[in-house]
């Protein structure tokens, strides 16, 4: 495990490290990395062995402000010809999806922007995702809808726009106890009938679903 979370680490992220051999958890969270054109190296793509990646506001420390103090901008910078960094777009998220050990990816308040690609392929061992407090656009992708995330999916306080699979038996993202996070987005439309099922659920704020008398679900004191 390499952990540099909670530091005023700055500059971007070194393409080596995801080279590291064994390498299976990295966590970069509460940082000052740079979050300009690229988040994270295209190396992180070749990182075969990785389990968990935890980055949330790596780029957005609540004590970034500090690094306006010279003197504390000089105890925390890390020289930028340490670094490698890479030019690639958030784009290159796409690839962390699919690696082959890949469990859980947490990069929640990272400034990622752009849309999440319907034809995205999931590893079977990704588990736990979180993307929320982002600026993430688009529909969100059937098979997130439709894959049973045992711990959660986390894609709240987006600007996701667009309808919920609504096909019986079709929305399974909150089966089996897991935690499932939609809210604050510009979602619309009906409510699948699973949402009354499931047992963590935080899908209504923030959004424009059809909860009438027309809805083949209606707004319930239960669900949250």
């Given at each position: 495990m390499l952990d540099v979370s909670n530091n005023l680490l700055t500059g971007t992220i070194p393409s080596t490290l995801f080279q590291l051999p064994l390498l299976q958890a990295v966590i970069l969270s509460n940082n000052c990395f740079d979050q300009g054109s690229s988040i994270?190296?295209?190396?992180?793509?070749?990182?075969?062995?990785?389990?968990?990646?935890?980055?949330?506001?790596?780029?957005?420390?609540?004590?970034?402000?500090?690094?306006?103090?010279?003197t504390q901008r000089a105890m925390a910078i890390i020289h930028t010809s340490l670094f490698e960094g890479s030019k690639n777009k958030p784009e290159l998220l796409d690839c962390l999806f699919s690696l082959p050990n890949i469990r859980s990816i947490h990069m929640a308040g990272c400034g990622l922007t752009g849309k999440l690609p319907s034809n995205l392929s999931l590893t079977a061992t990704l588990t736990d995702l979180v993307l929320s407090h982002n600026q993430l656009t688009g529909t969100i992708p059937l098979i997130f809808q439709r894959k049973s995330w045992e711990v959660q999916l986390d894609l709240g306080y987006n600007k996701l726009t667009g309808l919920l699979d609504t096909a019986p038996g079709q929305f399974i993202a909150a089966d089996n106890g897991?935690?499932?996070?939609?809210?604050?987005n510009l979602l619309s439309g009906d409510l699948p009938e699973k949402v009354l099922s499931a047992q963590h659920l935080s899908i209504l704020d923030g959004n424009i679903f059809n909860c009438d008398s027309s809805s083949p679900v209606k707004r319930r004191k239960t669900l949250p």
């Open positions: 994270l190296p295209s190396t992180v793509c070749n990182a075969s062995e990785l389990i968990s990646l935890s980055g949330d506001g790596m780029g957005s420390s609540t004590q970034c402000a500090r690094l306006n103090d010279p897991s935690s499932v996070y939609l809210e604050n």
